[in-house]
């Protein structure tokens, strides 16, 4: 097997870098810097230094820049054992901006993970498997770029509570545009809650968090994030969607992860609370990540063909022949929870159905038609969620999709129609994603060939992410639910 070609670091550091971390940490008065990093299941980890660790270090060959800084690996899920857990980051100076949130000034820089014995990137590091992504696809000689396009959707709450312990286990979400709050005393209770399902797209006052939102992306915006758009969503009780323009894999990953920090942290500053869990309401619809991509060589978009169906081109079948394939254990990285699979079900817009379609929200593989510019042009894979990691969500679609262009699979006819419509005999005929987390993993498990090629994927993250997600199968199994408590206690 191929090895992609990795130096020693995926990103370099120059002087010229380091004198322009210097440079901002001088205009703006930054007092902390904030290192930054994603651990297996899609958290970002940090800690911090007093900026002055910086100061008077210009040298890449010296210094923090060269050695690193250590910190330990065994306490990081999916990371090392106890006996092997010093690690070492490596700071990626592109990523330098203010910190959005804190009060003190603060350099956020996201960097990468290193083993301080073998000098070699780590191969857990979801960061750095997406750069040998990225750098796969180039030795393939496809395409030179994949640009990236996830549609985060996320709920906004008022008041979150659950627990678990031997004798009990329960939850509670109450948001204030709670559709169940229409008839609470609430001295006064104004109304305007949006029904269930009938979220989208009413103007304030039914939508009364379109200042929340706002304020989000005035963050986002000044932290180089491109943002196209926000809206309120279906669901009631604050379900938000807010949408970034398309950008290459690892930039978008890490555009993604800040976006959730600025989410997280403002919503906290107005009183609520955000979670990008899927299904946290029974009857509604959940959230989703629609994940828009495309490849392009030579600043040209390979998606495109004028005279392709819905104006796609070979390749973007090929590509959409390999997602389809491999879909099953894709979903063991795009829908990575239990919960996912709460919102993976027809009659909540859910796209289950493993079909292409044109313009079609029912199939799990849609092309828009909103342009027919020839660098919009894209395909847009729709069962991914946002509990998943982006780095490594992203990655294993591209193994995919290079794996269906390089073997020339055929994904069929595409289908149209509502397929939520079909009766049971025809709908049967129809692959469906797994309806379970376990289904997703026993499929990584006998599907991940395609994720090893060049090395992006090792078989160690594979093998520790099925052992890390069977953990929390095992967890969410064993303990009464309470609608068991429902259906059985009186029998």
Same mark, same amino acid.
């Given at each position: 097997? /191929?090895?992609?070609?990795?130096?020693?670091?995926?990103?370099?550091?120059?002087?010229?870098?380091?004198?322009?971390?210097?440079?901002?940490?001088?205009?703006?008065?930054?007092?902390?810097?904030?290192?930054?990093?994603?651990?297996?299941?899609?958290?970002?980890?940090?800690?911090? *230094?007093? $900026?002055?660790?910086?100061?008077?270090?210009?040298?890449?060959?010296?210094? *923090?820049?060269?050695? #690193?800084?250590?910190?330990?690996?065994?306490?990081?899920?999916?990371?090392?054992?106890?006996? =092997?857990?010093?690690?070492?980051?490596?700071?990626?100076?592109?990523? $330098?901006?203010?910190? %959005?949130?804190?009060?003190?000034?603060?350099?956020?820089?996201?960097?990468?993970?290193?083993?301080?014995?073998?000098?070699?990137?780590?191969?857990?590091?979801?960061?750095?498997? $997406?750069?040998?992504?990225?750098?796969?696809?180039?030795?393939?000689?496809?395409?030179?770029?994949?640009?990236?396009?996830?549609?985060?959707?996320?709920?906004?709450?008022?008041?979150?509570?659950?627990?678990?312990?031997?004798?009990?286990?329960?939850?509670?979400?109450?948001?204030?545009?709670?559709?169940?709050?229409?008839?609470?005393?609430?001295?006064?209770?104004?109304?305007?809650?949006?029904?269930?399902?009938?979220?989208?797209?009413?103007?304030?006052?039914?939508?009364?968090?379109?200042?929340?939102?706002?304020?989000?992306?005035?963050?986002?915006?000044?932290?180089? *994030? %491109?943002?196209?758009?926000?809206?309120?969503?279906?669901?009631?009780?604050?379900?938000?969607?807010?949408?970034?323009?398309?950008?290459?894999?690892?930039?978008?990953?890490?555009?993604?992860?800040?976006?959730?920090?600025?989410?997280?942290?403002? /919503?906290?500053?107005?009183?609520?609370?955000?979670?990008?869990?899927?299904?946290?309401?029974?009857?509604?619809?959940?959230?989703?990540?629609?994940?828009?991509?495309?490849?392009?060589?030579?600043?040209?978009?390979?998606?495109?063909? @004028?005279? #392709?169906?819905?104006?796609?081109?070979?390749?973007?079948?090929?590509?959409?022949? #390999?997602?389809?394939?491999?879909?099953? @254990?894709?979903?063991?990285?795009?829908?990575?929870?239990?919960?996912?699979?709460?919102?993976?079900?027809?009659?909540?817009?859910?796209?289950?159905?493993?079909?292409?379609?044109?313009?079609?929200?029912? @199939?799990?593989?849609?092309?828009?038609?909103?342009?027919?510019?020839?660098?919009?042009?894209?395909?847009?894979?729709?069962?991914?969620?946002?509990?998943?990691?982006?780095?490594?969500?992203?990655?294993?679609?591209?193994?995919?999709?290079?794996? #269906?262009?390089?073997?020339?699979?055929?994904?069929?006819?595409?289908?149209?129609?509502?397929?939520?419509?079909?009766?049971?005999?025809?709908?049967?005929?129809?692959?469906?994603?797994?309806?379970?987390? =376990?289904?997703?993993?026993? $499929?990584?498990?006998?599907?991940?060939?395609?994720?090893?090629?060049?090395?992006?994927?090792?078989?160690?993250?594979?093998?520790?992410?099925?052992?890390?997600?069977?953990?929390?199968?095992?967890?969410?199994?064993?303990?009464?639910?309470?609608?068991?408590?429902?259906?059985?206690?009186?029998?």
């Amino acid at each position: 097997m /191929a090895q992609v070609n990795k130096p020693k670091k995926m990103t370099e550091v120059t002087k010229e870098q380091i004198n322009e971390v210097h440079s901002l940490i001088k205009k703006k008065k930054i007092q902390i810097v904030d290192l930054k990093f994603n651990d297996l299941p899609g958290l970002w980890q940090h800690f911090s *230094i007093p $900026a002055s660790e910086l100061n008077g270090s210009t040298d890449p060959e010296s210094g *923090i820049w060269a050695e #690193g800084i250590g910190f330990d690996g065994s306490s990081i899920r999916g990371f090392q054992k106890i006996q =092997e857990s010093d690690m070492l980051l490596y700071l990626d100076t592109s990523t $330098a901006v203010v910190d %959005p949130v804190c009060e003190v000034p603060t350099l956020s820089i996201i960097c990468d993970v290193f083993d301080p014995l073998t000098k070699q990137a780590y191969t857990r590091d979801p960061r750095f498997i $997406a750069q040998k992504a990225e750098e796969y696809l180039k030795s393939t000689g496809i395409a030179d770029t994949s640009f990236w396009g996830p549609e985060y959707e996320f709920f906004l709450f008022d008041d979150v509570r659950y627990s678990q312990s031997v004798n009990q286990g329960f939850y509670a979400v109450d948001s204030i545009e709670g559709s169940w709050n229409s008839g609470r005393d609430e001295q006064p209770n104004l109304g305007y809650k949006p029904r269930y399902k009938e979220g989208y797209f009413p103007v304030p006052p039914h939508d009364s968090l379109q200042d929340v939102r706002s304020q989000m992306i005035l963050k986002m915006i000044a932290t180089g *994030i %491109p943002v196209e758009v926000h809206h309120h969503e279906v669901a009631t009780a604050g379900q938000n969607e807010i949408d970034m323009r398309y950008s290459s894999l690892v930039k978008m990953a890490d555009y993604c992860m800040m976006y959730k920090y600025i989410v997280k942290n403002m /919503a906290k500053n107005f009183g609520m609370v955000a979670t990008f869990m899927p299904k946290p309401l029974f009857g509604d619809n959940g959230s989703g990540m629609h994940t828009h991509q495309s490849l392009w060589k030579d600043g040209k978009n390979l998606f495109f063909d @004028a005279k #392709g169906y819905g104006m796609i081109s070979q390749t973007a079948i090929y590509y959409i022949g #390999g997602l389809l394939k491999h879909a099953n @254990a894709l979903m063991a990285f795009c829908a990575p929870s239990t919960n996912s699979y709460k919102r993976l079900v027809p009659g909540y817009e859910a796209p289950v159905n493993l079909v292409y379609s044109l313009r079609n929200r029912s @199939a799990a593989i849609r092309i828009p038609m909103y342009s027919e510019n020839p660098k919009s042009k894209r395909i847009e894979f729709r069962p991914p969620d946002p509990m998943c990691n982006p780095y490594l969500s992203f990655s294993a679609l591209l193994m995919a999709g290079i794996d #269906g262009v390089k073997k020339k699979i055929d994904p069929g006819q595409p289908f149209e129609g509502n397929t939520y419509d079909l009766d049971g005999k025809a709908a049967k005929k129809i692959p469906t994603v797994p309806g379970s987390l =376990e289904q997703a993993i026993d $499929a990584l498990e006998a599907d991940h060939k395609f994720l090893l090629e060049g090395g992006v994927f090792t078989p160690d993250v594979i093998d520790v992410w099925i052992e890390y997600k069977r953990s929390e199968i095992d967890g969410v199994r064993l303990r009464p639910h309470p609608w068991e408590f429902h259906l059985y206690f009186d029998m």
